[in-house]
């Protein structure tokens, strides 16, 4: 109830190229969807987040995709560039608890 | 700056040595946790605080201790009883309940090699 399955564990795209990562869930009472960011040798950083009320949600390139009836969401990265290289997180939360569970993480590559 | 700071950077152990990973926020942020990243297997939480003085198991306590006897520190000690403790050990810390929750920040990470 409480996993967060994400795919694919890595990811090799061309700059210009739109990489999309996804992830499901099972624990309905979820309402918060992080994706995390992670240079290599740092920890990692929110990069943008969602609520179910929304499909969606833009900040730059980075787009969410959220599908509340099959328990999926996703990020797409609109042009991406090689400083996007690095290893993205979704996660999960109860907004009145206290914990994140991540997935697994997926390594993106954007070859120049 | 406001953030979180881990220390050492890098530390390296011989089997059957505890050791001790500081993690220190000025942020003002009443809950501190700590994850373990292994290749492939994502951020496993090990323990977390939501207030000074207490704390709760995460998914992957045993052979890990922790303390919180201040609201900007919180130490995490690898025991020799945690059989396989070579990692990447990230501390993190939010706002707590009450507030936008869910954002976490994390700090630069302490890898710890047991030789």
Sequence with gaps: ?112 | DGGITQSPKYLFRKEGQNVTLSCEQNLNHDAMYWYRQDPGQGLRLIYYSQIVNDFQKGDIAEGYSVSREKKESFPLTVTSAQKNPTAFYLCASSPGQGENTGELFFGEGSRLTVL
């Excluded at chain 1, 996993?3 to 700059?15: E, F, G, N, R």
């Excluded at chain 1, 929304?54 to 990265?77: D, M, W, Y």
């Excluded at chain 1, 109860?94 to 994140?100: E, F, K, M, N, P």
Aim: net charge positive.
């Design chain 1, 1 to 112: 109830q409480q996993q967060v399955k994400q795919s694919p564990q890595s990811l090799i795209v061309q700059k210009g190229g739109i990489p999309i990562i996804n992830c499901a869930y099972e624990n309905t009472a979820f309402d918060y969807f992080p994706w995390y960011q992670q240079f290599p040798g740092k920890g990692p950083a929110l990069l943008i987040a969602i609520r179910p009320d929304v499909s969606e949600k833009k900040e730059g390139r980075f787009t969410i995709s959220f599908n509340k009836s099959a328990k999926q969401f996703s990020l797409h990265i609109m042009d991406s560039q090689p400083g996007d290289s690095a290893t993205y997180f979704c996660a999960a939360s109860i907004t009145s608890g206290s914990r994140l569970t991540f997935g697994e993480g997926t390594q993106l590559t954007v070859n120049p």
